[in-house]
Nanobody, 124 residues
Framework: QVQLVESGGGLVQAGGSLRLSCQAS????????MGWFRQALEKEREFVGV????????YYQDSVKGRFTISRDNAKNTVYLQMNSLKPEDTAVYYC?????????????????WGQGTQVTVSS
């Protein structure tokens, strides 16, 4: 498995931006598709988006398309989630996750390594 640590969460006003980072260690980072998920209070965890192992492809859930962008730097073993035009409904704990590149594309489930999460709160 890959060890993952998220950072960059915080409090932001609606319409603002945040960039989350996820630092990986333990296995060859570039062998893994990297996903972002979120879980709002009293709701189930939901898929946000994913980036392919080489970084050439991304896939997002409809509610974040055009506002969120996932990127990665394999030399730094880091994946990013740039969040723009934030809305109060984006408030959640955000998790990064990893799945081996042999998974079908796009992988929206089956991730087997998870970070501890970082809180994002968007005020209205």
């Amino acid at each position: 498995q890959v060890q993952l640590v998220e950072s960059g969460g915080g409090l932001v006003q609606a319409g603002g931006s945040l960039r989350l980072s996820c630092q990986a260690s333990g296995r060859t980072f570039s062998n893994y598709h990297m996903g972002w998920f979120r879980q709002a209070l009293e709701k189930e965890r939901e898929f946000v988006g994913v980036i392919s192992w080489r970084g050439g492809s991304t896939y997002y859930q409809d509610s974040v398309k055009g506002r969120f962008t996932i990127s990665r730097d394999n030399a730094k073993n880091t994946v990013y989630l740039q969040m723009n035009s934030l809305k109060p409904e984006d408030t959640a704990v955000y998790y990064c996750a990893a799945v081996f590149r042999s998974s079908g594309w796009p992988p929206v489930e089956g991730f087997d390594s998870w970070g501890q999460g970082t809180q994002v709160t968007v005020s209205s």
